[in-house]
T-cell receptor
Framework: KAGVTQTPRYLIKTRGQQVTLSCSPI?????VSWYQQTPGQGLQFLFE???????NKGNFPGRFSGRQFSNSRSEMNVSTLELGDSALYLC?????????????FGPGTRLTVL | AQTVTQSQPEMSVQEAETVTLSCTYD???????LFWYKQPPSRQMILVIR??????QNATENRFSVNFQKAAKSFSLKISDSQLGDAAMYFC???????????FGTGTRLQVTL
């Protein structure tokens, strides 16, 4: 079974631009969660999508948004990029069961904002 | 709110020796799950071991075991017979159904020496 895939793996943008990251979950998984990893703040939860609906959201500004498609693939968008958005963005997929939510992580997209 | 604290930014162990990584957490939930994730350099995060809070028995996965002290809210990871491939960042994480997300500690970088 293929693992979680994320594209692109590396991205360089300039301040003010917008960016879209993609995540394809493990086949059969219906939940996709997004995390931001930085040296200063560590791993922080962005949001979770389940069956095309945002089920949970972290404490990030509205510039960060996402969506999920009917095939469970998810995209994350960041508008008006700031230098502080430079980070490794990880997505994780799971079956979506609330009681026990083992998450499988993708390799991440490393975003650099210049 | 739930928190996870890892007080050891870095640890070092000699090959074939045993090392213990510490983690404390805080949650008001009675039902939750605890995890240790491993993130090798430039590689994706993988689950090492998990513990359900309602289980009194400590989880074990081959050379990895945990010491789960529920009353003390402590969840340490013991790695026996350390191998060079164990070198990585180790993250302790907490999941509750109420929060419906993983809350991570700041990580412990484990170095394995010959």
């Amino acid at each position: 079974k293929a693992g979680v895939t994320q594209t692109p793996r590396y991205l360089i943008k300039t301040r003010g631009q917008q960016v879209t990251l993609s995540c394809s979950p493990i086949s059969g998984h219906r939940s996709v969660s997004w995390y931001q990893q930085t040296p200063g703040q560590g791993l922080q939860f962005l949001f979770e999508y389940f069956s095309e609906t945002q089920r949970n959201k972290g404490n990030f500004p509205g510039r960060f948004s996402g969506r999920q498609f009917s095939n469970s693939r998810s995209e994350m968008n960041v508008s008006t990029l700031e230098l502080g958005d430079s980070a490794l963005y990880l997505c994780a997929s799971s079956t979506g069961q609330v009681a026990y939510n083992e998450q499988f992580f993708g390799p991440g997209t490393r975003l650099t904002v210049l | 709110a739930q928190t996870v604290t890892q007080s050891q930014p870095e640890m070092s162990v000699q090959e074939a020796e045993t090392v213990t990584l510490s983690c404390t957490y805080d949650t008001s939930e009675s039902d939750y799950y605890l995890f240790w994730y491993k993130q090798p350099p430039s590689r994706q995060m993988i689950l090492v071991i998990r513990q359900e809070a309602y289980k009194q028995q400590n989880a074990t996965e081959n050379r990895f075991s945990v010491n789960f002290q529920k009353a003390a809210k402590s969840f340490s990871l013991k790695i026996s017979d350390s191998q060079l491939g164990d070198a990585a960042m180790y993250f302790c994480a907490l999941y509750t159904g109420t929060a419906s997300k993983l809350t991570f500690g700041t990580g412990t970088r484990l170095q394995v020496t010959l």
